[in-house]
């Protein structure tokens, strides 16, 4: 069973800080996926990577896939309060299941990211 | 596009009481799915369908069922309510399998089994 670790688990910063958060897998990622959840909403789709050391960029958001492909990290430059929320990584893989193919997102537990004003 | 969505938004049901979470989704989606969130955890696969009419377990599908009359409703359902139960639960649709399609979530359902 792969296992998903995110650190930190909660993270408190001022509006402006720049800050870096982790994912580490037990097991190589298929397609590596980072989503953001707010309060009382469902995650919701950052970015999707893929291939071992691939660096995506979505506004102050910056994010790395190792070379191995079995850990990742996003990091958050000139954090806003706008970005509180809580941050998922999960691994994308298809599987079969007696002759049915279909998509299995295993998840990590997250790192709640608070920024104050 | 409403996307996906989940009614009740919350519930609090009592120990043995049964009730089904509903699931919609406008977006003509094959692929759905049903999670469930607890604090400091991530979200855990409760049952999947492929299509209207195939449904099949997920990690944790023990005191819960599915059925997938038709492609936008995916209904879970709780017999027997036990507070192990407690949770947030998760709807969430996709259209096709490449690994970089979107999986679309609703909003939850808080349930509080007491």
């Known amino acids: 069973t792969q296992l998903l670790e995110q650190s930190p688990q909660f993270l408190s910063i001022q509006e402006g800080e720049n800050l870096t958060v982790y994912c580490n897998s037990s097991?190589?990622?298929?397609?590596l996926q980072w989503y953001r959840q707010e309060p009382g909403e469902g995650p919701v789709l950052l970015v999707t990577?893929?291939?071992?050391?691939e660096v995506k960029k979505l506004k102050r958001l910056t994010f790395q896939f190792g070379d191995a492909r079995k850990d990742s990290s996003l990091h958050i430059t000139a954090a806003q309060p706008g970005d509180t929320g809580l941050y998922l990584c999960?691994?994308?893989?298809?599987?079969?299941?007696?002759?049915?193919?279909?998509?299995?997102?295993?998840f990590g537990q997250g790192t709640i990211l608070t920024v104050h004003p | 596009n409403a996307g996906v969505t989940q009614t009740p938004k919350f519930r609090i049901l009592k120990i043995g009481q049964s009730m089904t979470l509903q699931c919609t989704q406008d977006?003509?989606?094959?692929?759905m799915y049903w999670y469930r969130q607890d604090p400091g955890m991530g979200l855990k696969l409760i049952y999947y369908?492929?299509?209207?009419?195939?449904?099949d377990k997920g990690e944790v599908p023990n005191g819960y069922n599915v059925s997938r009359s038709t492609t936008e409703d995916f209904p879970l359902r709780l017999e027997l309510a036990a507070p192990s139960q407690t949770s947030v639960y998760f709807c969430?649709?996709?259209?096709?399998?490449?690994?970089?399609?979107?999986?679309?979530f609703g909003p939850g359902t808080r349930l509080t089994v007491t």
């Open positions: 969430a649709s996709r259209l096709g399998l490449a690994g970089g399609s979107q999986q679309y």
């Open positions: 097991s190589v990622f298929s397609s």
């Open positions: 990577v893929v291939t071992g050391g």
């Open positions: 999960a691994d994308f893989r298809m599987l079969n299941a007696g002759g049915t193919s279909y998509g299995k997102l295993t």
């Open positions: 977006m003509n989606h094959n692929y």
């Open positions: 369908s492929v299509g209207a009419g195939i449904t």
